[in-house]
């Protein structure tokens, strides 16, 4: 660790996971980094490897699992973290926020007990410190101190889901891993966590790695984007460049098959062909049965992350990415 | 005058003392496609299950083809005309098929009990081929299937006794995008080709946009606003409609400011 920089918040370097009883890796050299308070969007389809890889910013790995590669939180190594290593961490760094909060929540107890209950496990503050802290988070995410002594089931899933959150935030975490937070959430709930989340990440510079399927919402709430395709980094940049001029099919024919309200009506540009099966081997682009600037190249090797002119923060993992403005995929 | 698919009038149901669908109306024209777009608690689920018969309604009339819908009665006979009427696709198909049942079957089995008698090969073939279904699929469980692939079984099933109206519960909602596209073209093309017509219920403005003529806006059990979806999309007539159009995610999208406008509604 360099003193004059800050290391980042999460910085995964060539995390390669293989599971038992499958052909190719599920995660395939993935490399991604999160700045101290920075938001990026992780997008990518069922089975593409999102989730796995934030949490791997965990170290929660499935059971069995081959791991290569280095995941670093604040440039601590989190692989080699022994369990009570691992459990600070948990407990004080890193705080994830999932897409249900109510299979997260014990139904039976009290909400102002789930959001002491970490800190107070782990003796990082006595029981009132917490309650006050819980209380004043409970505030800042716009919920009374009274849903202190609620039970889960009286309140709605936005209120849960910002329950959620406060409990995200009890151990003051410099990285936050937010995987579908506001899928099972109506439009207009969804933007009030969003802009609770933007709020909180500018008052405690908290990173936000927030995984998602949903274009549009990486568009409209990330500094930097990453589009993961079975188990690889297809495409990464700042948001603005990576949907206004994509350099990868893939994202290409994403953006193309979103149903928007801009758009015109029609057909959508549906993706043919399916995602390629873990039980089968990959040689080339993972993409490449389904790309319709696919050559033999493709076939047989695997692209290289290759930067856009001009701009070294947006690569795209494709053999063809110049040929690909003007073409069929770019809408 | 031709028949309409359907017709709501004045529906009303409340829970207890909560009025969950309060005084909704609507038309469906032979052919046509129509969104009810609105939140969790809007009435939109209600509204569909009362049409679909999986709720009875406290007043009001819904009718297929300009005859009044039973809501009970027939025996057997009379439930499979009712279904013949109306069909469902949900959200979620892999709770909606047997997971010992193969494809093949789950057709078979549904022929079998509304036509009786007559030999289903062909018109099994037929409706794999429509919705886009292989022979592999054909042989295969719900589990072995892609959400896509079960989502196309559901709509085979529910085509296959040729339902007047097609109740389409947030049937695209929890597809990835790419797969999303492809039902969703594929639904075009069945109602261009079988005429049949749409009850499109759904939270994504998106989609109601791709797939619907006329659309709903919903909001505490009532009909806010009423209109061609291309007009109500484009002008908004309603401060909930409007609301609800600012918040799909853009860019220059400014949550906060939704956040506070939805407060002040």
Redesign the interface.
């Known amino acids: 660790m360099t003193p004059t920089r800050t290391p980042h918040a999460l910085d995964v370097q060539g995390l390669r996971v293989t599971l038992p009883g499958t052909a190719r890796p599920v995660l395939d050299g993935v490399d991604l980094h999160v700045a101290a308070g920075e938001t990026v969007a992780l997008v990518g389809?069922?089975g593409s490897g999102k989730s796995l890889t934030s949490r791997g910013a965990l170290g929660l790995l499935p059971p069995g699992a081959t791991v290569a590669g280095r995941i670093r939180v604040r440039g601590h190594d989190v692989l080699a973290m022994k369990p009570e290593q691992l459990r600070a961490l948990r407990t004080d760094t890193v705080a994830m926020i999932f897409q249900d909060p109510r299979a997260a929540l014990n139904p039976m107890r009290r909400i102002g007990d789930f959001l002491v209950e970490s800190v107070t496990l782990t003796r990082t503050m006595n029981r009132a410190d917490a309650t006050a802290r819980a209380g004043e988070l409970l505030q800042a995410v716009g919920l009374d101190a009274s849903a202190l002594r609620a039970y889960p089931g009286q309140v709605s899933?936005g209120m849960l889901q910002r329950v959620m959150i406060a409990a995200a935030l009890m151990g003051d975490p410099e990285l936050l891993l937010a995987d579908e937070p506001t899928t099972a959430l109506?439009?207009?709930?969804?933007?009030?966590v969003?802009?609770?989340l933007?709020?909180l990440r500018a008052r405690f510079r908290t990173g936000l790695l927030f995984v998602t399927?949903?274009?549009?919402?990486a568009?409209?709430?990330s500094d930097r984007v990453y589009v993961m395709y079975a188990g690889r980094i297809a495409e990464s940049g700042p948001a603005?460049a990576l949907?206004a001029r994509p350099r990868h099919p893939y994202t290409a024919?994403?953006l193309a098959?979103?149903?928007?309200?801009?758009a015109p009506?029609g057909?959508?540009?549906?993706?043919g062909g399916?995602p390629p099966d873990l039980r089968r081997e990959l040689t080339g682009c993972p993409f490449a049965a389904r790309c319709p600037l696919a050559t033999e190249l493709c076939e047989r090797q695997a692209p290289e992350q290759r930067t856009a002119p001009g701009l070294p923060d947006h690569r795209a993992a494709c053999h063809h990415t110049d040929r690909l403005e003007g073409s069929p995929v770019d809408a | 005058m031709p028949d309409n698919a359907l017709e709501a009038v004045g529906l009303h149901r409340a829970f207890g003392s909560v009025p969950a669908v309060d005084d909704v109306s609507f038309v469906l024209p032979e052919g046509g496609s129509l969104g009810i777009v609105g939140?969790?608690g809007s009435g939109k689920t209600t509204t569909a299950r009362i049409v679909v018969g999986l709720e009875r309604a406290d007043a009001g009339e819904v009718r297929v083809r300009g005859r009044a819908r039973a809501t009970g009665g027939g025996g057997r006979a009379g439930r499979l005309a009712r279904a013949r009427e109306v069909q469902m696709v949900f959200q979620d198909p892999y709770l909606s098929l047997d997971p010992r049942t193969s494809v093949e079957q789950v057709l078979r089995e549904t022929l079998r009990l509304h036509f009786p008698g007559t030999d289903h090969d062909r018109r099994v073939r037929e409706l794999l081929d429509q919705v886009g279904l292989g022979t592999r699929a054909a042989d295969a469980r719900p589990r072995q299937l892609?959400?896509g692939q079960r989502q196309r079984v559901a709509i085979a099933r529910a085509l296959a006794v040729e339902p007047a109206v097609l109740v389409l519960d947030e049937a695209v909602a929890a597809l990835?995008?790419?797969?999303?596209?492809?039902i969703?073209?594929l639904l075009?093309d069945i109602r261009e080709q079988t005429r049949i017509g749409y009850l499109f219920i759904t939270?994504?403005?998106?989609?109601v946009?791709?797939v619907t003529d006329d659309v709903i806006v919903m909001r505490r059990g009532r009909v806010v606003e009423a209109g061609r979806t291309?007009e109500v999309?484009a002008a908004p007539g309603h401060p909930y409609t409007r609301?609800?159009?600012e918040?799909?995610?853009?860019?220059?999208?400014d949550?906060?400011a939704?956040?506070a406008a939805?407060r002040a509604l």
Not at chain 1, 267 to 271: G, P
Not at chain 2, 203 to 207: F, K
Request: overall charge negative.
């Open positions: 389809e069922s899933g109506d439009v207009t709930t969804q933007a009030e969003v802009a609770l933007a709020e399927h949903d274009l549009d919402l568009a409209a709430i603005e949907f024919a994403l098959s979103t149903p928007r309200l801009e009506g057909r959508l540009a549906a993706i399916h | 939140e969790s892609s959400g990835d995008v790419s797969v999303q596209a492809q969703l073209n075009a939270h994504d403005l998106g989609v946009r791709r291309s999309l609301l609800l159009l918040s799909v995610p853009r860019p220059g999208w949550p906060a939704i956040a939805r």
